[in-house]
């Protein structure tokens, strides 16, 4: 069994952290180790993404090819939020729960304008849009 403990000490108040890292691959060095396990969150927080945000605990499906088909939505609406995130410089937000409140926020401003009737399209704004769904959001930049 290898071993790895990576010590983190803070720069500002000094207190310091220990993590242990274990594999049965004797083969693999530290850095390995490190690579792995930080690829290994980093699928673990994408799984509980889709879970939480996206309906992966929800499909009530037993049949394989169903099962495929949910698993594989999850997964590509987390990956579409993440790159959504990206592409517009946090103005979404910088979590799962703010794009999800972004664009439910732009849909409920769109259809509460849409009952203004004829003058909606003078109120329509983007930028009354942009400022209500940002009001709801968690983590703005």
Known sequence: MSVVIIRKTSVSSGKTAHVILFSSDLALGWEKVVDYYRLRFQIEFNFRDAKQYWGLEDFMVVKEAKV????CFSMFMVNMAYALIAQNDGKVG?????????FLARKQVQETLKLCGENAERIFINELIDK?????????S
Not at 68 to 71: F, V
Not at 94 to 102: E, L, P, Q, T
């Open 68 to 71: 495929r088909n949910s698993a």
């Open 132 to 140: 209500i769904s940002m009001k709801f959001m968690v983590n703005t």
């Open 94 to 102: 910088r979590s799962m729960h703010d794009v999800k409140v972004w």
